[in-house]
């Protein structure tokens, strides 16, 4: 397990590198860069020479070659971290248009976007499994048909129209706004919980309708197996069957959809940061990428990248934890 574990974080470096060798040319052939978008606006008075003089002193009239060895150079650059330690210096780039570093500029859109997955994950979790294995023991009652009605809508309503729903229902009933600045989580946990709770609602609505018709599935093809009678027949309780042994085994394919969801989470949390005005990473890339500041872009598709495929790993590891049988070399 360890070794699988180990080779699977290696993989992770070649992985992150193709996709930023990907992603920088891909940006590069865009229409536009950071120098025009900076120099423009009603009140401009740039002239061509001059934003000619910021392409050359951003080095961004260099063969695009060039720019790619600069860009590997601020990443793999040795940098001295002990007496004998050298790492990688992992330096994402300056972000000219947040006139800041990139790590520097990301750190509370991380905190802000990961918070917000969490507890998604956590919401859609917390009543997707319960109402997928209470729709599977009432196959055919007037529960299990509510319970389909309801994560069908949940499947086929969209996230932002959701979010907007919720946002005028807190706002005409409960006179309550997105309020103007975030706090911390770790300087205010309660403040930042009640802000983040209604778009995780949102978010985790629509994956725990699918995760909930997803268990049901896998529980009503377990629950007709050999060893399910074998169970009952020798006396244990409801309870012991359904959780020891009928969710056991179907909680795997329930794992593999939780965990292709979390990309889905993040895809849904650029819309629903911008209506709650959530300062994360969804808000961040949409105003990087209308500021053609592809430095920013870059960092931030790497960093939900290597959340991914750290996600990914963690379900990968679960399997084995959760089923015996699975074992990885």
């Known amino acids: ?14 992985t992150l590198f193709l996709l930023g060798t990907i992603l920088f040319f891909m940006l590069r052939v865009l229409p536009g860069d950071e120098a025009l978008f900076i120099t423009s606006g009603e009140e ?4 061509i020479e001059d934003i000619e003089k910021l392409r ?3 080095g961004l009239n260099d063969p ?4 790619y060895g600069r860009w590997l150079w601020d990443i793999f650059q040795p940098v001295k971290r002990g007496d004998w330690l050298w790492l990688p210096k992992f330096d994402l780039g300056y972000s000219r248009y947040a006139d800041r570093p990139v790590v520097d500029a990301l750190a509370s859109k991380i905190e802000v976007t990961a918070t917000l997955a969490f507890l998604s994950v956590v919401v859609a979790l917390a009543w997707s499994l319960p109402l997928g294995i209470i729709s599977a023991l009432w196959r055919g009652s007037w529960i ?5 009605v309801i994560t069908a809508a949940g499947i086929a309503m969209p996230n932002f129209w959701v979010a907007i729903l919720m946002l005028l229902f807190l706002v005409k009933f409960f006179n309550w706004i997105p309020p103007v600045q975030h706090v911390s989580i770790f300087d205010e946990p309660l403040t930042a919980l009640k802000r983040l709770i209604f778009p ?4 985790g609505f629509r994956s725990a309708s699918t995760i909930s018709r997803m268990t049901r599935s896998t529980m009503l093809e377990v629950i007709g197996d050999d060893y399910i009678r074998t169970a009952r027949a020798k006396g244990l309780g409801p309870y012991v069957v359904t959780m020891r042994h009928a969710l056991a085994n179907a909680i795997i ?9 979390v990309a889905a989470l993040m895809d849904g949390a650029v819309i629903i940061e911008r209506i709650f005005t959530l300062p994360g990473l969804g808000q961040q890339i949409v105003d990087a990428t209308s500021a053609r500041d592809f430095v920013m872009v870059q960092g931030i598709v790497l960093i939900l990248a290597l959340f991914m495929m750290i996600w990914i790993l963690v379900v990968d590891l679960l399997y084995a934890w959760i089923d015996p049988r699975i074992r990885y070399e």
């Open 56 to 58: 050359e002193a951003w």
């Open 44 to 47: 401009s008075v740039a002239t």
């Open 144 to 148: 299990d048909q509510t319970i389909r």
């Open 1 to 14: 397990m360890w070794k699988y574990t180990v080779r699977r974080l290696l993989l992770i470096i070649p």
């Open 253 to 261: 394919p329930v794992l593999t959809m939780a965990g292709l969801l």
């Open 64 to 67: 695009l070659y060039v720019q």
């Open 200 to 203: 995780a609602l949102v978010i």
